[in-house]
């Protein structure tokens, strides 16, 4: 494969790796209940951390930061699943283990492994990343087609919470 061939297609598996998280988050903000609010800022902020931290140091996967930023998203998928009980919260917090794994053996070997010019641990963090993409968007979907369904029936005898803070409203 020739050198431009490798430019063209890391630009695509980049652009995709950054831009995907952030059109996932985005749209998880715009259409999903406050669960999938919260979910999509935490990791939101989680992308940008970690790409910030990426410019201000240079390089590609600072492992430091990462396992810090991934450290506190799963923690706080774990708060999100025990407060808001959702099944995809706890999918998520489950792949953000599997992602911290993957960290701890970078921490402790020196070099990463290549299998056929492909460095595995930046391809698991890319379909970790992508897991956690379609869970969130799952979810965001889930919660649609529950206003939709709510929608068509007429009032549930348990609405869709709309806010964290309703149940303390109304009693």
């Keep these: 494969m020739t050198s431009e061939a490798r430019f ?26 406050w669960a999938e609010r919260l979910g999509a ?21 600072p492992v430091t930061a990462e396992l810090f930023f991934d450290t506190a998203v799963a923690v706080g998928f774990l708060v999100l699943a025990i407060r808001f009980n959702n099944l995809w919260l706890g999918a998520v917090m ?27 641990y930046a391809a698991s963090l890319n379909l970790i990343s992508l897991l956690i993409c379609l869970i969130l968007a799952g ?14 029936t007429g009032p549930a005898k348990a609405p869709l919470r709309e806010s964290p803070t309703a149940a303390l409203r109304h009693g």
């Design 94 to 120: 489950m792949v953000k283990g599997v992602q911290l794994a993957v960290h701890a053996t970078r921490l402790t070997d020196g070099e990463d492994a290549v299998a056929a010019g492909v460095n595995l």
């Design 139 to 152: 979810g965001a979907f889930a919660t649609m087609r529950k206003r939709a369904k709510q929608r068509a």
């Design 8 to 33: 063209i297609i890391n630009a695509i598996v980049v652009g995709i790796g950054e831009l995907l998280p952030v059109a996932t988050c985005l749209f998880a903000w715009f259409k999903g209940g």
């Design 41 to 61: 800022g935490l990791y939101g902020l989680s992308v940008l951390g970690t790409a910030g931290v990426e410019i201000l140091t240079g390089q590609a996967t």
